[in-house]
């Protein structure tokens, strides 16, 4: 049986993916992030719709979603290792994530903090320069290193896959405990009509070409309509026997 996790992310990468000259699929790597981004963003609205069925989500993704879950160590880790935290909604007496403005700059963020350019590349001494600080610090140097990794191509491989499937499954996990700001970072990418505003919002992940140009999106309601739908479709053709409340007010 195809997972859900399967069958959001295998039309995503075959979106980007092309074979190679020796019959290899290959995907640019920004493509790749950019999948993610784009299943990590559907999971999350997902598990916001319906953090009352927790237990028929495990079921859904075929993983645990508790506090001690390896999925929400996860988020926790991608959370902590690119930003501070901060607390959001008080009067709703919940701690919520409010850390970047969209899932294309928290994926790309997360995914690429291991690749630290030392200061030789820079041209600084005595430090070392990271994908954070070009948010607040212009560097042709750091951006031209950072493009000349994020466009290399790389081999779609199982374990590829597997790790678009796994950050897919995270993405219900931050819905489930952040809705805020699931839906904080929702609308900053899609219902700004400010256009100024929105590039300055989104500087880093359009340097980087993680996201399109501004548009005109889809609002977040139309958004999560469309989302159950996908889903029912899922659970019709796999799981016919998994009974969820498929409704924008659950």
Known sequence: MKTFAEFMVIPELNYYQKKSFLGRQKIIYSDYLKACASVYESAALIGKL?????????KL???SVGTDS????????RNDSITTKTVSDTNEGSTDYIR???FSWLIAK??????ELKNQTMGFSGTSFTLNALELVRNEK????????IRQKVTVDTELIKHAETICKEGFVYGLEYPYSTA?????????TDVSEWRKLHRGALIFGLMKPH????PIDKKEAQLLTYMQEYLVAFMPDLNLELSLES
């Open 61 to 63: 993704i075929q993983d």
């Open 70 to 77: 390896f999925l929400h160590k996860n988020v926790v880790a």
């Open 142 to 149: 750091a951006e031209t290193e950072i493009k000349k990794l």
């Open 215 to 218: 548009s005109e999106g889809v």
């Open 184 to 192: 904080d970072m929702y609308n900053k990418t899609y219902e700004l």
């Open 110 to 115: 997360s995914e690429l903090t291991k690749f």
């Open 100 to 102: 970047v403005n969209s």
């Open 50 to 58: 319906l953090h009352k069925e927790r237990k028929s989500i495990e």
